[in-house]
């Protein structure tokens, strides 16, 4: 199971590349960390968990990771997107990035994610949260760009890897520095989990050249 930042670099690169060297079938659940913090402890499992950092302490500390495989992986940032050939508008500074958001016809975020928690919090400080709630476009969970391609949104909010994810799209960029959040991303074997060996292989491979590529095509910065 693991949660969406590293979704890009993963399938481009890391698990084609693993499957084919190896042999091993993958299957990953794509999942908010909010949704894996929920699965785990109500007893589903995998082989690896890859999650935010502060929810995989969460989960070491609880007896559910072998902490000596945990493996820091990304550092992931919170930017906007638009549909493919739509106008890209100004966020070079705090009040054009507050522009934008009010301009918008409506914003999608995600309010199981990471970014979209960081988003609402953002619009409460900027003093923008009703006017923005009212026109917004909130999904449970998944990609918000794809709300972009449906027509249902002029702006997509998501960690930059996850908005690279789906096509059609165009990053406008990051959230500017002072409502910036960098969220961090670690992977591990599960206590016990069944296939331990090809999961130690799979966390190997993760802090390779060939990954740090990867990670950095796929809108992310190698941690380690």
């Known amino acids: 199971m693991s949660g969406l930042a590293v ?15 190896t042999g091993t079938k993958l299957r990953v659940d794509w999942l908010p960390t909010t949704l894996i ?14 999650l935010v950092k502060a929810a995989m302490d969460k989960l070491v500390e609880q007896g559910f990771i ?7 992986l990304v ?7 638009v549909r ?3 106008p890209r508008p100004d966020i070079s500074s705090l009040e054009a990035f507050k522009a ?11 309010r199981a994610g990471a970014s979209g928690i960081h988003f609402e919090q953002v619009v409460e400080k900027l003093g923008i949260a009703e006017a923005v709630r009212a026109r917004a476009t909130v999904i449970p ?14 702006l997509a909010v998501q960690q930059i890897s996850e908005l690279m994810v789906v096509p059609g799209i165009e990053i406008v960029g990051a959230f500017p520095d002072e409502v910036q959040t960098v969220t961090s991303f ?39």
Do not use: W
């Open 100 to 110: 934008a958001l009010l301009n918008a016809r409506s914003v999608v975020y995600s």
């Open 186 to 224: 670690s992977a591990a074997l599960m206590r016990n989990a069944p296939n331990a060996e090809a999961g130690a292989r799979f966390l190997a491979t993760l802090q390779t050249p060939e990954a740090v590529q990867a990670y950095l095509a796929g809108g992310v910065e190698p941690a380690f």
């Open 37 to 50: 913090m929920e699965k785990v402890p109500a007893g589903e499992g995998a082989d690896i968990l890859v």
């Open 7 to 21: 979704r890009a670099a993963f399938d481009s690169v890391i698990v084609p590349s693993f499957e084919a060297r």
């Open 84 to 86: 493919a050939g739509a």
């Open 141 to 154: 969970a998944g990609f918000t760009a794809e709300k972009l391609v449906s027509g249902e949104a002029d």
């Open 66 to 72: 072998d902490a000596s495989s945990r493996l820091e």
């Open 75 to 81: 550092h992931s940032r919170v930017g906007l997107a």
